[in-house]
């Protein structure tokens, strides 16, 4: 998942998501630009994040959706 905002130029922002479920732990980034590509996450899961200035208040958040991924190495034999 990518996650993207406006941001000003020179202002660091720190970025934190978790798993939409309760007692599910914060994660967090510290970014200097105005997006941040989220790996490992678990597939067909609600997450929630939020955004703000290093140096200010929490924005108002945001959730997704993580989708399923698609079969990878397929293959097929000829049948007689």
């Known amino acids: 998942a990518t996650l ?6 020179g202002v ?3 970025v934190r998501w978790r798993m939409n479920y309760a007692g599910e732990s914060w994660q ?5 630009a ?4 989220l790996t490992e996450l678990e ?14 208040p929490v924005t108002n958040g945001a959730s997704f959706r993580t989708v399923c991924p698609p079969p ?9």
Not at 72 to 80: G, I, K, M, R, V
């Open 34 to 37: 105005n997006s941040l590509d």
């Open 12 to 14: 660091d922002y720190l």
């Open 72 to 80: 990878s190495n397929l293959t097929a034999s000829l049948l007689t």
């Open 28 to 32: 967090q980034r510290l970014v200097s």
């Open 43 to 56: 597939h067909g899961t609600q997450y929630i994040w939020s955004v703000q200035p290093a140096c200010g």
């Open 4 to 9: 993207q905002w406006d941001a000003r130029a």
